[in-house]
């Protein structure tokens, strides 16, 4: 019974910054690689950024320097901090774990969270 959980989400003006959360129950969550992925509207769901078990962070090129990943494994959380907000970052972000510790960007996911909206605007 795994659960993923998402906050943070919500509607802020462009350049702000909001800093999103997702519990995680049900695995053993210092061993697993966690990421992030975002579905934007019109658009696919696409990969944000990842963690390893051990803290090895990947954060998509569009959005290198402005989002950061990290995760609190005594607390069993994952957070993804975005600043500089622009509309194009718009979209539902979900939490999601891998049943692997190392991930690259083509590794499936195992679980996913409902979903956070965030909405950005000008």
């Known amino acids: 019974q795994v659960q993923l959980v998402e906050s943070g989400g919500g509607l802020v003006q462009a350049g702000n910054s909001l800093r999103l959360s997702c519990a995680a129950s049900?695995?053993?969550?210092?061993?697993?690689?966690m990421g992030w992925f975002r579905q934007a509207p019109g658009k696919e769901r696409e990969l944000v950024a990842t963690?390893?078990?051990?803290?090895?962070?990947y954060v998509v090129d569009s959005m290198k320097g402005r989002f950061t990943i990290s995760r609190d494994n005594t607390q069993n959380t994952l957070d993804l901090q975005m600043d500089s907000l622009k509309p194009e970052d718009t979209a539902v972000y979900y939490c999601?774990?891998?049943?692997?510790?190392?991930?690259?960007?083509?590794?499936?996911?195992?679980?996913w969270g409902r979903g956070t909206q965030v909405t950005i605007s000008s």
């Open positions: 999601a774990a891998y049943n692997v510790p190392l991930v690259t960007r083509a590794t499936p996911a195992r679980y």
């Open positions: 049900g695995i053993t969550f210092s061993r697993n690689a």
């Open positions: 963690i390893s078990a051990t803290g090895i962070t």
